[in-house]
């Protein structure tokens, strides 16, 4: 399985919940890609063994707060891991994967150490947001998810993955729509949010998930402006405009993935 079934994926954040902030949409943006299975020589070993492979590549940071970017694995137990590396880096120094045990068994890796390792451009208040100081070297991490030799590496799949922002020592979190928070304690006396957790009444989102490599808005543009049809598409439950992301677009606002 590989999702998605070519290139890259792209996971968008605001980090102003439950406020939608200026919704640039471009606090964090993530490049990802998966494959199961995966074959892999271990570092150090000469044997060839099945993984999980997880792509990760930095895009852009143009959030202010102490966020940094998360991956719950919410159906792989980490008792079933025996061992996650890093096989492949590219233009970061990063070398291996903070990872956890989450509160119900579950893996959670953590990309403190990538965003910690990644300079914004001289003059440039932000990575990646400016058009006048462009990356077009980003960080990205190629990983392999071992498993125990009794755990079938094929009973993972891609819904599996729960990205969102978290700020350190289980702090306030940020997810995709419809995903309930890992450690953090969901607003439960917030008039301006929806029926289900990161949506506010008008189905408008935190964090999105495309299957494409998708440009993102630049700094303090507006994300509604940038991409016409995605609040048809987030106020109708995507029942509308279900590609929004390939509809009409203002291009002076967006900035495109390498």
């Keep these: 399985m590989n999702y998605p079934k070519n290139g890259w994926g792209t996971v968008m954040f605001e980090d102003m919940f439950p406020s939608l902030g200026d919704y640039d949409f471009n606090d964090f943006v993530l490049g990802?890609?998966?494959q199961i299975p995966f074959r892999s020589g271990r570092r150090g070993k000469s044997v060839i063994d099945e993984a999980i492979q997880f792509g990760?590549?930095?895009?852009?940071?143009?959030?202010?707060?102490?966020?940094?970017p998360c991956v719950r694995l919410k159906?792989?137990?980490?008792?079933?891991?025996?061992?996650?590396?890093?096989?492949?880096?590219f233009n970061t120094s990063v070398e291996t994967v903070v990872w956890s045990v989450g509160p119900d068994g579950e893996v959670i890796m953590d990309f403190r150490n990538l965003v910690a390792a990644t300079s914004k451009p001289s003059g440039s208040t932000f990575?990646?947001?400016?058009?006048?100081y462009l990356v077009t070297e980003l960080p990205q991490l190629n990983i392999a998810i071992y498993m125990n030799k009794e755990v079938n590496v094929n009973s993972v799949d891609f819904e599996s993955f729960d990205f969102y922002?978290?700020?350190?020592?289980?702090?306030?979190?940020?997810?995709?729509?419809?995903?309930?928070?890992?450690?953090?304690?969901?607003?439960?006396?917030?008039?301006?949010?929806?029926?289900?957790?990161?949506?506010?009444?008008?189905?408008?989102?935190?964090g999105l998930n495309v299957p494409v490599p998708m440009a993102h808005?630049?700094?303090?543009?507006?994300f509604l402006d940038a991409y016409k049809?995605?609040?048809a598409w987030a106020m109708s439950g995507g029942q509308d405009k279900a590609y929004w992301y390939n509809g009409e677009k203002n291009n002076e606002l967006l900035i495109k993935a390498q």
């Design 32 to 34: 990802y890609r998966v």
């Design 56 to 68: 990760i590549e930095l895009r852009a940071m143009g959030g202010s707060f102490p966020y940094a």
């Design 75 to 89: 159906d792989l137990k980490a008792a079933d891991v025996d061992e996650i590396e890093v096989v492949q880096r």
């Design 127 to 132: 990575f990646n947001t400016d058009k006048e």
């Design 165 to 206: 922002l978290a700020k350190a020592d289980h702090g306030p979190e940020i997810h995709l729509g419809g995903y309930k928070p890992v450690y953090d304690t969901y607003p439960s006396d917030n008039s301006g949010l929806g029926w289900d957790y990161y949506y506010n009444k008008k189905g408008l989102i935190w």
């Design 217 to 222: 808005v630049i700094e303090k543009g507006n």
């Design 229 to 231: 049809d995605f609040a």
